[in-house]
């Protein structure tokens, strides 16, 4: 079974941003921490552009910035201190979907006051609500403006990456204006939509019944990223494929592409990226990529029917249906280096060696306590084979 559950309000298209004061002011929100990355924002003008408008409309403004990839907890917790003092009604998230996942943190922590932030994503206690999230959306990615998931890093000590799913997650508003990524680089742009594909591909790859219907949505999302990222890429104030792939990332995260199937799908990947960059700091959608073809040769045979309809509807594979499957894999790993995404770690800069291959794989296992995978399941031995072949 799965559950469909999708709270966000959305104002979509030119000139969405300048909906947020009002709307919030209509809703009776009067105190917003404004929480955001670094220099762009404030480069591009967005930064003034939302801190006016919250003012304009009668919002006093407490302002914390500083979000890094990968986001930290302590910013989290300074945030938290910051917004308590303050009063805050609401968080404004601007950015992407690393400053959306610390600001639902923060959310987190302000209403939940029974132990430290950390706590509740490594699940040693449940959250039982939030402190509502408004997003003005910077970056097409990770669809954390509409998805119930946020992930923390934790730089003391531990280099542990956690995530942490909650209904009390899912934004309050989204307002997704897609001239607001013209600005974004190549490379970024590249590694978001390699994130919104593989939040569909993890949905895809499941065990169990499909509902032919979400089957169908799920390939025309990722045909759709695949032919608009190539757009964005030769022209970057491309409207209609930044647009496209806004969209993409906000449908492919928020649960539509694993409704009715039997269960939500695979994530061993995420996992095993989620331990990858703690480790190593890279981009997330590079690092997915830079797993995904040694993960889906290692688990082919038992999912072979998926690879199968993957390569026939998705990439026009003629033959059998290991050709099929086998060519899907051959495809998807021409696409993401068309790209310029790493097709093995070695390609993202780093040397992996032994022991960190022996870290990462007991790390993905949270030390022991978990195995990955939904129909093939992933222990440290398996998980350890799948960087081995990574490795390049």
């Given at each position: 079974m799965t559950e469909y559950y999708t709270p966000t309000r959305v104002f979509f298209g030119k000139g969405a941003e300048e909906k947020l004061g009002k709307t919030l002011k209509d809703?009776?929100?009067?105190?917003?921490?404004?929480?955001?990355?670094?220099?762009?924002?404030?480069?591009?003008?967005?930064?003034?552009?939302?801190?006016?408008?919250?003012?304009?409309?009668?919002?006093?403004?407490i302002e914390v910035g500083g979000v890094v990839p990968n986001p930290r907890v302590d910013l989290v917790r300074k945030a938290i201190e910051a917004a308590l003092d303050f009063g805050a009604e609401i968080i404004v998230a601007l950015g992407g979907g690393s400053v959306i996942d610390?600001?639902?943190?923060?959310?987190?922590?302000?209403?939940?006051?029974?132990?430290?932030?950390?706590?509740?994503?490594?699940?040693?206690?449940?959250?039982?609500?939030?402190?509502?999230?408004?997003?003005?959306?910077?970056?097409?990615?990770t669809?954390?403006?509409?998805?119930?998931?946020?992930?923390?890093?934790?730089d003391e000590g531990t280099g542990y990456k956690r995530g942490?799913?909650?209904?009390?997650?899912?934004?309050?508003?989204?307002?997704?204006?897609?001239?607001?990524?013209?600005?974004?680089?190549?490379?970024?742009?590249a590694s978001g939509s390699a994130d919104i594909m593989m939040h569909t591909l993890e949905?895809?790859?499941?065990?169990?019944?499909?509902?032919?219907?979400?089957?169908?949505?799920?390939?025309?999302?990722?045909?759709?990223?695949?032919?608009?990222?190539?757009?964005?890429?030769?022209?970057?104030?491309d409207y209609s494929a930044r647009a496209n792939l806004m969209w993409a990332g906000s449908l492919s995260h928020n649960d539509l592409m694993s409704t009715g199937n039997e269960t939500r799908g695979d994530w061993a990947c995420h996992q095993m990226e989620h331990e990858l960059s703690?480790?190593?700091?890279?981009?997330?959608?590079?690092?997915?990529?830079?797993?995904?073809?040694?993960?889906?040769?290692?688990?082919?045979?038992?999912?072979?029917?998926?690879?199968?309809?993957?390569?026939?509807?998705?990439?026009?594979?003629d033959g059998n249906t290991e050709e099929k499957a086998e060519g899907a894999i051959e495809k998807m790993e021409e696409f993401f280096a068309s790209i310029h995404m790493p097709v093995n770690i070695k390609e993202l800069g780093i040397e992996l060696t032994d022991e960190d291959i022996r870290v990462l794989s007991y790390g993905a296992t949270y030390h022991g306590?978990?195995?990955l995978g939904d129909k093939v399941k992933l222990g440290e031995k398996e998980i350890s084979a799948i960087f081995q072949s990574a490795r390049g």
């Amino acid at each position: 079974m799965t559950e469909y559950y999708t709270p966000t309000r959305v104002f979509f298209g030119k000139g969405a941003e300048e909906k947020l004061g009002k709307t919030l002011k209509d809703n009776g929100y009067r105190k917003a921490l404004l929480h955001y990355g670094g220099k762009s924002a404030e480069k591009s003008g967005i930064l003034e552009k939302v801190r006016k408008d919250l003012q304009d409309n009668g919002i006093r403004v407490i302002e914390v910035g500083g979000v890094v990839p990968n986001p930290r907890v302590d910013l989290v917790r300074k945030a938290i201190e910051a917004a308590l003092d303050f009063g805050a009604e609401i968080i404004v998230a601007l950015g992407g979907g690393s400053v959306i996942d610390s600001a639902k943190a923060i959310g987190y922590g302000l209403y939940n006051r029974d132990g430290d932030i950390w706590e509740y994503y490594l699940k040693k206690r449940s959250v039982k609500g939030a402190i509502p999230v408004a997003v003005v959306l910077t970056l097409s990615a990770t669809g954390s403006e509409m998805s119930a998931s946020s992930v923390i890093s934790n730089d003391e000590g531990t280099g542990y990456k956690r995530g942490l799913n909650s209904v009390w997650g899912r934004p309050k508003f989204a307002f997704l204006n897609p001239e607001l990524t013209y600005s974004v680089s190549p490379y970024q742009t590249a590694s978001g939509s390699a994130d919104i594909m593989m939040h569909t591909l993890e949905r895809f790859f499941h065990q169990g019944e499909s509902l032919s219907l979400t089957d169908d949505l799920a390939l025309a999302l990722l045909n759709s990223v695949m032919v608009n990222t190539k757009k964005a890429l030769e022209k970057p104030d491309d409207y209609s494929a930044r647009a496209n792939l806004m969209w993409a990332g906000s449908l492919s995260h928020n649960d539509l592409m694993s409704t009715g199937n039997e269960t939500r799908g695979d994530w061993a990947c995420h996992q095993m990226e989620h331990e990858l960059s703690a480790l190593f700091d890279c981009a997330h959608g590079a690092g997915l990529t830079a797993i995904w073809g040694s993960w889906a040769r290692f688990v082919m045979a038992p999912l072979m029917d998926r690879f199968a309809l993957l390569g026939e509807r998705l990439f026009h594979i003629d033959g059998n249906t290991e050709e099929k499957a086998e060519g899907a894999i051959e495809k998807m790993e021409e696409f993401f280096a068309s790209i310029h995404m790493p097709v093995n770690i070695k390609e993202l800069g780093i040397e992996l060696t032994d022991e960190d291959i022996r870290v990462l794989s007991y790390g993905a296992t949270y030390h022991g306590e978990r195995v990955l995978g939904d129909k093939v399941k992933l222990g440290e031995k398996e998980i350890s084979a799948i960087f081995q072949s990574a490795r390049g």
